[in-house]
Nanobody, 124 residues
Framework: QAQLLESGGGLGEAGGPLRLSCAAS???????MAWFRQAPGKERELVAA????????YYTDSVKGRFTVSRDNAKRTMYLRLNNLKPEDTAVYYC??????????????????WGQGTQVTVSS
């Protein structure tokens, strides 16, 4: 059935860029989407969210000004551009989609489709 696949993770240098992608499988209708991340021993947190149109975006304060979220609905793909990487950005990054809303919601409970995650490790 519906599936989200993250890619683009890996080892990055502090201050450098990285780009993550989240591709939805065929027959998958995406509405609001978001990127979450979870560091070892910590709870999953919202990184960025965007509406179906891509016009409305939300960023958590720690990444605001450094990360950019976007989407291409024709390709059924969402992206996250990570600039000025910091060691604290190290985490597993998850792609999520909501079948309930097309807005850039911050509530994790609104996201009912999740990818398996991609590891991002930033060296100091």
């Amino acid at each position: 059935q519906a599936q989200l696949l993250e890619s683009g993770g890996g080892l990055g240098e502090a201050g450098g860029p990285l780009r993550l992608s989240c591709a939805a499988s065929a027959h998958f209708i995406t509405y609001g989407m978001a990127w979450f991340r979870q560091a070892p021993g910590k709870e999953r947190e919202l990184v960025a969210a965007l509406s179906w149109s891509g016009g409305d975006r939300y960023y958590t304060d720690s990444v605001k000004g450094r990360f950019t979220v976007s989407r291409d609905n024709a390709k059924r793909t969402m992206y996250l551009r990570l600039n000025n990487l910091k060691p604290e950005d190290t985490a597993v990054y998850y792609c999520a989609d909501s079948s309930m809303t097309n807005t850039a919601t911050r509530s994790s409970s609104c996201y009912d489709h999740w990818g398996q995650g991609t590891q991002v490790t930033v060296s100091s």
